[in-house]
């Protein structure tokens, strides 16, 4: 290639992309030139007054006059041929919201992104902006408490078998992880001391969630409290869910419970693989289910 044509290519990219960042400044302008619709901007306004806006972080611009909502912190709105604009994405993490979001918000059904995280907030989303979550047309960034009623979840695997294939693993809301294993000291070839190895960590992103509604879309709270083959020498395993502040658990041996019950097995040992642990430490006997309601995690 000669030089001439070199640069005549290199500035032909120039020109493109110069075109496409013209098209996308002016696209952000024009929507911000826009206000939203009325039934858009009295859900900001219902959001601003039920979580304490006059106390967030950054309240720029908000509860400003109709047709300033595109400039509100935290608010992006997308262009579109009608008179208004439309709300694309709510972002305010860590921004001091306190209270519960109202039910005005799910309205935003434009909405592509909501960001929430790092607030002092209770009680779940709206029902509808959590279906669009699920449906994977919204994406939400925000503690599992505000996605789920699921408080803990414990799973325990044994085999009846072997000293050693125990292990038991605890995850909450509040994305804390624990993992107990049965280990063997293996001290001598008769040695059949055991004790217990305990690792701690966290739960990232909305992994806790989308497994609590994965274990209640296969129909948990529905299923038997046993299933059992009549078999010697396999597996046991035990589900248990804290839901509501009401405990569950379903108990399998051998394989004995339908499909639904796999899955959601599989969808906790997937999970569970994932998490990142960050402490480990030896005690001498792993804690079980009936002995409390769960093991600490601090």
């Known amino acids: 290639m000669s030089r001439i044509t070199l640069v005549l290519a290199l500035l032909a990219i120039w020109l493109s992309c110069a075109q496409c960042f013209g098209r996308g400044a002016l696209h952000g302008s ?19 007054e039920a979580t304490g806006g006059n106390h967030w972080t950054n309240q720029d611009g908000w509860m400003g006059p109709p047709g300033s909502e595109c400039t509100w912190y935290g608010v992006q709105c997308e262009s579109s041929d009608s008179e208004t604009a439309t709300m694309g994405d709510l972002s305010l993490p860590e921004n001091n919201l306190h209270g519960r979001i109202p039910e005005a918000v799910g309205q935003l059904v434009h909405l592509e992104s909501l960001v929430l995280y790092g607030n002092d907030l209770s009680g779940k989303l709206p029902e509808p902006l959590i279906q669009r979550w699920l449906a994977g047309s919204l994406w939400v960034t925000a503690e599992a408490p505000l996605l789920t009623d699921v408080s803990e979840i414990d799973y325990e695997s044994a085999c009846s078998s072997l000293l050693c294939e125990r292990h038991r693993v605890v ?4 994305s804390s992880a624990v993992l107990f294993t049965k280990r063997c000291r293996n001290a001598s070839m008769e040695d059949r001391r055991t004790f217990c190895e305990v690792k701690r960590g966290r739960i990232w992103g909305e992994g806790f969630a989308r497994l609590a509604w994965t274990i209640e879309k296969n129909g948990y709270f529905t299923l038997q409290t046993s299933y059992q083959r009549n078999v010697t020498d396999s597996v046991f395993v035990s589900t248990r869910v804290i839901r509501n502040g009401n405990k569950y658990e379903v108990v399998e041996y051998a394989g004995g419970g339908p499909l639904e019950l796999w899955i959601i097995h599989s969808a906790i040992e997937g999970v569970s ?17 009936d002995e409390s309601q769960g093991p600490s995690s601090k």
């Open 30 to 48: 024009h929507s911000a030139e826009k206000g939203i619709s009325s039934q858009e901007r009295q859900a900001l306004t219902d959001l601003y």
């Open 171 to 174: 995850m909450r809301s509040d």
């Open 273 to 289: 693989s994932s998490i990142e642990w960050e402490k480990k430490e030896a005690t001498p006997k792993c804690p079980r289910w």
